[in-house]
């Protein structure tokens, strides 16, 4: 992994998204900075997939600017998603790494060490031959890790990573979470876990019907947070 | 072939004129599929994701032709190759290759419009993840057609059940000339015509076995991938 993030910070000024009528991200000013993960939080539908998609490159304003270390057309060659129904290559998990090694790039020479680090570091190793569409949601969401992570991003984006996973399946994801983000790896992920934002961040981003209500750091916004949507959230009041 | 020999007797001493004639045919049928798959799949997978104007244009005319008359292609393949057509120097009217030209034309469009269908649907399966990995044009392509390759089989074999049951093109280009371009379609043609109606019968129950026992072969083809490959 690399040490320096190379597009960060990434900066979005007054980015909005629309869908027809739909204003799905309505002048969202954000910077995403190096350190530790970045966790969005906020309800179904509030925009927080959509701001994941905007920040990695794949869905271009309708007004606004995003700039990846200032530079606005920046190659995503350095970021990499995971999203929340990662689809699985109708191959082996060890081809889906492979495959993930060749879109990168990599040199077909360190494939094989590439290989079997990065099945190692998502416990994977044992299922390296077994078709990726028969493993468990679990075991694919820790392929989907894998195959991001052959890019040897700067950021990684993940969507509700552990969404419907069980306890153990959950604390899988979020140890290779932390050991990614201890790597140098920006993480940058959306979730409507609480607890996990509270056991993941690094700083929050409350989203509310594709605003910004509130960004801060970990710590003091879950101590006091600043807006009536967010202590709504955190207090687990349905926030329509 | 013995004119008295029953049908069963013919398959079951295996006689050779009628081998010779199943040979031709899955030669023929099989070759015609093989340059069919060949076109028909990578346009297909091209119609499939490149978006430009008059594209439905295209798709809805693709889709058509999978209803091409055998015998208007006959007739113009026949054209083409005939004498004094453009392709008349080549030589290749009455024989199996003009058999082959005339069923891979026919072919082409049920696979190429088949193969848009499977790989438009995969598109919207796999554009997300393709499109994060930074996936070019054609490895796009390539890596849906791979992804599709248990439906593409379902293409492959509606062309060859199309090639297999065909008899207006090729009797019209390769002329049913015996122990030449005699398939077991035409033969079929030809005996019914003739009033030998057990030969026929033979003829077209060992015509649907064949078809039978390919479409199982590629069925167990197919299962055994699906359970290696997920």
């Known amino acids: ?240 | 072939m013995h004119p008295d020999a029953s049908a069963l007797d013919l398959v079951l001493t295996g006689d050779p004129t009628l081998l010779a004639i199943v040979r031709l045919s899955l030669a023929v049928s099989l070759s015609a599929v093989a340059l069919a798959a060949l076109i028909g799949i990578p346009f297909g997978a091209v119609i499939a994701l490149m978006r430009f104007r008059g594209r439905e244009a295209v798709i809805v005319l693709l889709n058509a032709l999978m209803g091409l008359p055998p015998v208007v292609v006959g007739l113009a393949v026949y054209l083409l190759l005939s004498r004094s057509g453009p392709l008349g120097s080549w030589g290749l009217l009455f024989t199996p290759s003009a058999m082959v030209v005339a069923q891979t034309i026919l072919v082409t469009p049920i696979i190429a419009a088949l193969a848009r269908q499977t790989i438009e649907d995969l598109w919207t399966e796999y554009r997300d993840e393709l499109t994060a990995m930074n996936i070019g044009p054609l490895a796009r392509v390539l890596t849906l057609i791979w992804e599709g390759r248990f439906s593409l089989v379902v293409a492959l074999l509606a062309g060859f059940g199309r090639a297999a049951a065909e008899v207006g093109a090729i009797i019209i280009v390769g002329g049913n000339i015996e122990g030449f371009t005699r398939t077991m379609t035409t033969a079929i043609a030809l005996e019914t015509s003739k009033g030998d109606l057990p030969l026929a019968i033979g003829l077209g129950l060992v015509l649907i076995a064949i078809v039978v026992l390919i479409n199982a072969c590629a069925w167990l083809l197919r299962r055994a991938g699906e359970r290696l490959a997920g």
Do not use: C
């Open chain 1, 1 to 240: 992994m690399r040490a320096m993030p190379a597009d960060l910070p990434i900066r979005l000024d007054d980015v909005t998204i629309r869908a027809g009528a739909v204003t799905v991200l309505g002048g969202v000013s954000l910077v995403i900075a190096p350190g530790a993960p970045t966790v969005l939080i906020g309800p179904n539908g509030s925009g927080k997939t959509t701001l994941l998609r905007v920040a990695m490159g794949l869905l271009p304003p309708s007004t606004g600017v995003v700039t990846w270390d200032g530079v606005a057309e920046a190659s995503p060659a350095r970021r990499a998603i995971v999203f929340q129904r990662p689809v699985m290559l109708r191959r082996s998990v060890e081809s889906n790494v492979r495959y993930a090694l060749n879109a990168a790039h990599i040199p077909s020479a360190r494939h094989d060490a590439r290989l079997a680090e990065l099945l190692s570091l998502v416990g994977l190793d044992a299922l390296a031959l077994r078709p990726a569409r028969k493993l468990s949601g679990g075991e694919q969401q820790r392929l989907a890790l894998a195959r991001a992570l052959a890019r040897d991003p700067s950021v990684l984006f993940l969507d509700e990573p552990t969404a419907s996973l069980d306890p153990a399946a959950t604390k899988a994801i979020e140890d290779i979470i932390r050991a990614v983000s201890a790597r140098g790896v920006k993480v940058v992920m959306a979730t409507h876990d609480l607890g996990e934002a509270r056991r993941l961040a690094g700083d929050v981003v409350v989203l509310h019907r594709g605003r910004v209500v509130e960004a801060a750091d970990a710590e003091p916004f879950f101590h006091s947070p600043q807006t009536a949507e967010a202590r709504a959230f955190l207090a687990g009041d349905l926030l329509l």
